[in-house]
């Protein structure tokens, strides 16, 4: 690890590429957020493939955050440490949630300046169905909504021999049409990709969330003083028969999109309620 | 604190109360949870009004979990403890998030044996517009509705001084009529009450979750050692004038009952998406 602590703020620099585009083409700022942590490979796929279409500032969490959620950190205080790779300065690794590396980015390092875009992963393992709810990385694209930024979260549909190639080829894709046409008020994208060399990927679906279901259990097992503790163990159970589904249409081979809104409200129930004895 | 290691199931009693209504009228079985942890006063209202109208099991987190969404323990075990309450049996603390305690209810505590409802809180504090989901308290009835188990999350609009005597009452009331009427597929509801006396709330607003916002600023401070730490500050800043919104319901005197869904598919816009140049 090579960690300094660092406070400076982020300034704005023009490239040396960008120079060459006279007359000043502005490039677009591009955040790049995970929750694997900023030491994980589709970390640094997504922010090399970003790098070539934009000016990159990356804020990670310092340690592995699967499963987060869009939990914050309340209770203690947050670090924002100066992160390299290959000798070289990489970006700010925050000692908490994907969400945490959002607000510190938007707040303390970028001071509320926003990028044109935000994108979070490479994840690895497919975020389809009700993980949407508990991946971090898409935490992190719905935190980057909420401030106003179009946010793409991203997500490779495997946990061993990952191959980020296509993935980061189709992401600069995808982002490109996103700083073109924009996204809709609270609307954000959530993309899984099949971890498949390009010619065998057949095709892009734009995809719901699906209703496909971890079916789970606790493993219970004694610790070394005969005590029980419990360990989590699910399957994801395909409950979709249409590639308009996430799960089902990663599982044939299509990369999949889907739009996702943060406004929970089931507004269609609402007059229903209104019915109920629910009077004071 | 009063915790003990405990693995046994929890096995339907028939109670003295229930012996009474002869011939044998069930009692709903509900699940009791929160994120302000076990020794929470709001669970303990909560709790007790639950008894009046069911057969309650709470599983509640050892710790405070504010603001832990919708976040689950994947890297390290969980432990059940059984915890008492003025020298009786309570309900389980689990040292994980409140999605860890629906989880740990539903798979190894009752054994996949639906409960007829899952209610949580009553929480320290509104959860409206997008704290909704930051919310461990809506996380956790959020996770309950995964299981197919009708849900109700319960929050009091305040930090402190809190009086949870209508919020509990309120409750109870609402808890009937969801076990009366059921709720539609992957829908659940959320209602935050006016910390108030009863003769103070104006009445009960059916809602959506409102657009206000937090303003966020990151707290720069020094450590003693002259290292500078970070910590999160934030006023929540009204930004919807109907009392059809949360938010401006709450403020104004009213309950809000808000339903919300898990499918976070934004349907509107996928035909639009399907225009994009979005090929592989």
Redesign the interface.
């Known amino acids: 690890m090579n960690i300094s602590?660092n406070?400076t703020l982020v300034k704005r620099k023009t490239t040396a590429s960008s120079k060459k585009t006279a007359p000043e083409k502005k490039r677009p700022k591009i955040l790049v957020c995970n929750d694997d942590g900023i030491d994980a490979e589709g970390l640094d796929a997504l922010a090399k493939a970003m790098k070539k279409i934009g000016e990159v500032t990356v804020v990670a969490p310092l340690t592995?955050q699967?499963?987060?959620?869009?939990?914050?950190?309340?209770?203690k205080?947050?670090?924002?440490n100066k992160w390299h790779k290959y000798k070289k300065f990489f970006g700010y690794a925050v000692n908490g949630?994907p969400?945490?590396c959002v607000?510190?980015a938007m707040?303390?390092i970028l001071k509320h300046q926003k990028p044109d875009l935000m994108v979070s992963g490479i994840n690895y393992g497919s975020n389809t169905a009700?993980n949407?709810?508990?991946s971090g990385t898409i935490?992190a694209a719905?935190e980057a909504s909420?401030f106003g930024v179009p946010s793409i979260a991203f997500s490779l549909t495997t946990y061993e021999n990952a191959d980020f190639t296509y993935a980061a080829k189709?992401a600069q894709?995808?982002a490109r049409?996103v700083l073109k046409?924009g996204?809709?008020a609270e609307?954000l994208?959530t993309v899984n990709i099949p971890n498949l060399p390009?010619k065998e990927?057949?095709?892009?679906m734009?995809t719901?969330?699906g209703k496909s279901?971890?079916e789970?259990?606790?493993v219970?097992?004694n610790?070394t003083y005969g005590?029980?503790?419990?360990?989590?163990r699910g399957v994801m159970t395909l409950y979709d028969g249409s590639l308009e589904a996430d799960e089902y249409a990663i599982r044939h081979g299509y990369?999949s999109?889907?739009?996702?809104?943060?406004?929970?409200?089931?507004?269609r129930?609402?007059e229903t309620?209104?019915q109920?004895?629910?009077?004071?």
Chains 1, 2 share one sequence.
């Not at 005590?227 to 989590?232: C, V």
């Not at 999109?257 to 507004?267: A, E, H, V």
């Open positions: 602590i406070t592995h699967s499963g987060m959620g869009h939990a914050m950190t309340l209770g205080p947050l670090r924002i949630t969400v945490d607000k510190t707040t303390q009700i949407v709810l508990y935490g719905i909420f189709f894709k995808l049409e046409h996204l809709p609307t994208l390009e990927i057949k095709g892009v734009i719901s969330q279901k971890w789970e259990e606790m219970e097992r610790d005590q029980p503790y419990y360990w989590l990369v999109i889907t739009p996702i809104s943060y406004d929970l409200t089931n507004y129930f609402m309620l209104r109920w004895n629910v009077k004071k």
